[in-house]
């Protein structure tokens, strides 16, 4: 990524970000696989709301009952979807040059770290986490081992709501929070660089 190679003092609105977001098969890292890709950029501090990444996947194992619950994606309804090694080089063009954000990280980290390596693709060390972001802002208790719900932080900071559990539409809500929780964290006074968006998401 040529941006994480750069001057990370400037500026926040400096650089170009993409918020994304995945559904997956279920969350058990070893067996269960990504089925859909939602990803969004944010360039010069604004949502763009054209131009946005999403795809389904085509999974080896189907969906659990369970995460059909949540997500609402169904064996069948991925059967004309495109196998992962087809869909990642699209979305890897998407956010090449681009800070990642995430709402808890980790979950995008582990599943996407794999099919991103089998294209000769890492998975960046750093990435700017709102969930990280909202519980130094205040908006979730730092003890309570949980992250807050994208939802629940959405509603908090009155913003809207996109299509939940669906993975464009989480990655919209993302982007909008991490926007508002910049814009909080400027307010405080200090200078928002990247730097110190990253050091916040640690």
């Not at 908006?139 to 959405?154: K, V």
């Not at 809207?160 to 993975?167: D, F, G, N, Q, T």
Request: glycine share 6%.
């Amino acid at each position: 990524m040529k941006f994480l190679k750069a001057d990370q003092n400037k500026h926040w609105r400096s650089y170009e970000y993409c918020s994304i977001d995945i559904e997956t098969t279920g969350l058990n890292f070893q067996k269960d696989e990504v089925i859909s890709i939602g990803a969004v950029s944010i360039i010069d501090g604004r949502f763009a709301s054209v131009g946005n990444f999403y795809e389904e996947i085509s999974p080896v194992i189907k969906p659990s009952v369970s995460s059909i619950q949540v997500h609402g994606l169904r064996g069948v309804d991925l059967e004309s979807a495109l196998p992962v090694d087809q869909v990642i080089p699209a979305f890897i063009s998407k956010i090449s040059t681009k800070y990642l954000i995430t709402h808890a990280g980790w979950v995008e980290r582990a599943f996407l770290t794999a099919p991103l390596r089998g294209q000769g693709y890492k998975f960046p060390k750093h990435i700017i986490d709102t969930a990280a972001l909202a519980r130094f802002c205040g908006y979730a208790d730092e003890t309570s081992g949980h992250e807050p719900s994208l939802e629940f932080l959405a509603r908090k900071l009155n913003l809207p709501v996109y299509a939940p559990h669906h993975a464009l539409g989480d990655a919209m809500t993302t982007a909008v929070v991490f926007l508002a929780l910049a814009g909080e964290i400027e307010r405080t006074g200090e200078l928002l660089t990247v730097k110190r968006l990253l050091e916040l998401s640690q």
